[in-house]
């Protein structure tokens, strides 16, 4: 069963993406900000990591530098999500190393896709 | 006298009759009947005739009222009575005798706030007349009718601010309200709850149309603020009217219309921003898909030559209701949609089509649209292929291609407090490069979070923030004593007005520059009477221009430099002017280096500035200050040396960036 990572510190937006992975076939670690984060991505080893921009402590972009950075983790795929659904963003995201990008409110259809996609044929 | 008695009075009484003694008092009857205030003299320049409004107008005593004074007596006494400030009374005088031999006109501020219009006109055979008009009302009414347009204008920016806040508060409810639909359609499809599925079907759909509407609302809030950015880059547009089809498909088939794309193979690319380019022609499709039943949608895209211009034209050509034109009048206006009725059969926020208009105009092109009732419309965006667009460019190149920052070990950390994702951009692409290690924290609350946890070595930090502004961080970090030494950089990036005010600004004026306002100004700041130079500082050489006319209006030289350098290159070569007017954005050396640097020198530090600036920071512009500008507070206890030397540096260092 691939393993997600979810960094994302709102409540509400943490416990439907959850789920809704988590019936999608995926088994579900939750952070609550960048740095658990960069942490249980270094001890989870989680096949992507799905990493909201906006958090506490330390930033999504920053997180995903650390991660990225880390030669343990840095082979994990990490989709950006964030809920300012602008161009710069995007570019923003992808500057900071992060593989993939997507807005929030998420579509769930299309995550998964890209889920897929970074998965590639490695993770049956 | 009677209209009808003149006539009578010319026919029977002629001119020639009436004696000298009759004219005198005829004259002397019109003067007093005057509503305004009369002054003739000769040619010796002796006062020979006056009326009772000008001797309460200029309120002069009786005994300067009498044919042995003379023009510069009078001004001489008003002068002693202090009717013209500090001005230097012969000065003063010179001037006046030197305007008389033509006419002319000004606006005079008596003491007690009276405002009179002073025009005075040669006579034939010497001398010359004056004329006072007590204007003092009028101004007053211009003076509010201005201040009713300003408070209007800040009302509407604080009404889209408003608006963008409350969007994005909306928003996040909202989503809560759809994600939880969507995991109980998923739940209740599993259990087979068919039921249950139809009515949160419903929950969802109304989610996402009011998630719609509010996304509309915070694009047009946003347009309205200016704060709405143009991002260009070079769209291969097969690809995009791919992206296009696939998500205007089921738009298509919920009314049984079938989609059409009619694109030339060799179509190439078009620089453009994407996202707005996509959103307008999504726009036009539902919008066509909406009003059309069981017929037929076609996007045509074809390069065109329109206007001596190569353009790339995108139909959306549909067999629906059409319009009446009446109805079409009314279609490009915000909230308004054909008829109100329309609204409760088709849906919609009626912003969509403002909305693609406002796009349209902003990627240099243009939107039309033809119809007919009951066989449908067309409608035509037109963009530019050439590479001149009038658009302003944000490139995101710079941050694209910035490689990942490392963190240096025992590097300084900075930590920046910023609400404004594009103000971490900017710093953080500045900042890295100088080895720096980042931390980013997006409010008060979270900084002071960060700070405590793990405290930085220096601190940027937004004035402006939602809930914990900078000036309540600042507060409390000098109240907690391990935070208190922490040197803090304030980054006011929309206030520049005191940013301006702290490096030495004496006024400020926003652009357009309201020229009755420019004039009093330079009255104000400028010594009167010494046709003194004005050094007009801004690279745009149509505004300096108009601000020359102003200046000359005002009485005085205006001199040009067309950036920083250039100004200070001539304030090395001349001599002192009595103001300068300066622009803020400007290339080779902007209006902050050289308010710093002209404020260094001794000579120039009490000479009056005044500063010109956009009325709206747009993204540009606040990247522009947020990359050129720290500014640098003591508000600790602490001494300014302490704090300084550890942020002059990195001051310095982003200066030469």
Redesign the interface.
């Given at each position: 069963m691939p393993k997600i990572l979810l960094v994302e510190d709102n409540e509400m937006n943490r416990d439907m993406l959850s789920r809704r992975l988590a019936r999608n076939g995926f088994e579900v670690v939750v952070a609550v900000d960048g740095q658990q984060g960069v942490e249980l991505a270094a001890s989870e080893r989680p096949d992507v990591i799905l990493m909201d921009m906006s958090l506490p402590v330390l930033d999504g972009w920053e997180a995903t530098r650390r991660v990225k950075s880390d030669p343990q983790t840095a082979a994990i795929p990490v989709i950006a999500l964030t809920a300012h659904a602008m161009r710069q963003d995007e570019e923003l995201a992808f500057a900071a190393g992060c593989d993939d990008f997507d807005t929030k409110p998420v579509d769930l259809p299309r995550l998964l896709q890209k889920i897929a996609a970074l998965l590639g044929g490695d993770h049956k | 006298m009677k209209a009808g008695g003149s006539a009578k009075d010319e026919h029977h009484v002629p001119a020639k009759e009436v004696s000298h003694g009759q004219e005198a008092a005829l004259l002397r009857a019109t003067l007093e009947n005057m509503s305004q205030g009369v002054a003739m003299y000769d040619v010796q320049h002796r006062l020979v005739t006056w009326n009772e409004l000008f001797r309460q107008y200029l309120d002069m005593p009786d005994e300067f009222l009498g044919t042995d004074r003379t023009f510069s007596d009078y001004i001489r006494y008003l002068g002693k009575r202090g009717e013209f400030g500090d001005a230097d009374i012969e000065q003063e005088l010179a001037k006046r005798l030197a305007l008389l031999s033509r006419s002319h006109s000004f606006e005079r501020v008596r003491p007690d706030g009276t405002v009179l219009e002073v025009r005075r006109d040669p006579v034939p055979g010497g001398g010359f007349i004056a004329i006072y008009t007590d204007i003092t009302e009028r101004k007053k009414a211009e003076m509010q009718l201005r201040e009713a347009k300003e408070a209007a204008e800040s009302a509407s920016k604080v009404k889209s601010a408003f608006l963008a806040n409350m969007s994005h508060e909306l928003?996040?409810p909202l989503?809560?309200i759809?994600?939880?639909s969507?995991?109980l359609m998923?739940d209740a499809a599993d259990r087979g709850d068919a039921a249950s599925i139809a009515d949160l079907e419903k929950i969802d759909a109304a989610g996402k149309h009011l998630?719609h509407l509010i996304n509309d609302i915070l694009d047009l809030s946003k347009i309205e603020a200016g704060r709405m950015d143009v991002?260009l880059e070079q769209v291969p547009l097969v690809r995009l009217l791919d992206e296009v089809k696939t998500l205007v498909s089921p738009m298509m088939k919920k009314n049984e219309n079938t989609f059409v794309l009619d694109c030339e193979a060799a179509i190439g690319s078009l620089r453009t921003?994407?996202?707005k380019l996509k959103q307008s022609l999504i726009n036009l499709l539902s919008n066509a898909a909406k009003f059309t039943k069981k017929g037929t949608v076609t996007l045509r895209v074809r390069s065109d030559e329109a206007a001596g211009q190569n353009s790339i034209r995108f139909d959306v050509i549909d067999s629906g209701i059409g319009m009446t034109d009446e109805q079409l009048g009314r279609l490009f206006q915000a909230f308004t949609q054909a008829d109100s009725s329309t609204t409760r059969h088709f849906g919609g926020t009626g912003l969509g089509l403002t909305i693609t208009k406002h796009f349209c105009t902003m990627l240099g092109g243009s939107i039309a649209v033809t119809s007919t009732p009951r066989q449908g419309s067309t409608f035509t965006i037109r963009l530019p292929l050439s590479e001149g667009e009038a658009a302003p460019v944000?490139t995101?190149a710079a941050?694209?291609?910035?490689p990942?920052?490392?963190?240096v070990p025992g590097a300084v950390t900075v930590l920046i407090v910023d609400d404004d994702?594009?103000v971490?951009?900017v710093l953080s692409s500045t900042l890295s490069k100088e080895g720096y290690r980042?931390?980013?924290?997006?409010g008060g609350a979270?900084a002071l979070?960060?700070m405590r946890?793990e405290p930085p070595d220096i601190v940027t930090l937004d004035v402006m923030m939602p809930k914990v502004d900078g000036w309540s961080v600042l507060g409390i970090m000098k109240s907690e004593p391990e935070l208190a030494p922490i040197p803090v950089i304030m980054l006011t990036i929309v206030d520049d007005r005191s940013l301006g005010f702290s490096l030495g600004a004496s006024e400020f004026m926003t652009k357009p520059v309201d020229r009755t306002r420019l004039v009093a100004l330079i009255r104000k700041l400028a010594p009167t009477g010494t046709g003194g130079v004005v050094l007009i500082v801004d690279d745009d050489p149509a505004v300096r221009g108009v601000l020359k006319l102003s200046v000359e209006t005002a009485g005085m030289r205006g001199t040009e430099a067309e950036n920083g350098q250039a100004a200070l290159d001539w304030l090395a070569a001349h001599q002192k002017p009595a103001l300068i007017l300066l622009d803020i954005m400007m290339p080779t050396m902007d209006g902050f280096e050289f308010l710093e640097r002209v404020r260094k020198q001794s000579q120039f530090q009490e000479l009056p500035i005044v500063v010109l600036t956009a009325k709206d920071l747009n993204e540009r512009e606040r990247t522009f200050l947020a990359e050129n500008t720290l500014l640098i507070l003591s508000k600790s206890a602490q001494p300014i040396g302490t704090l300084g030397s550890a942020l002059a540096a990195i001051a310095g260092r982003h200066q030469r960036e």
């Open positions: - | 928003r996040t989503n809560a759809i994600g939880y969507e995991i998923e998630l991002y921003d994407v996202t944000l995101g941050a694209a291609q910035s990942p920052e490392e963190a994702p594009a971490h951009e980042l931390v980013h924290a997006y979270e979070e960060i946890r």
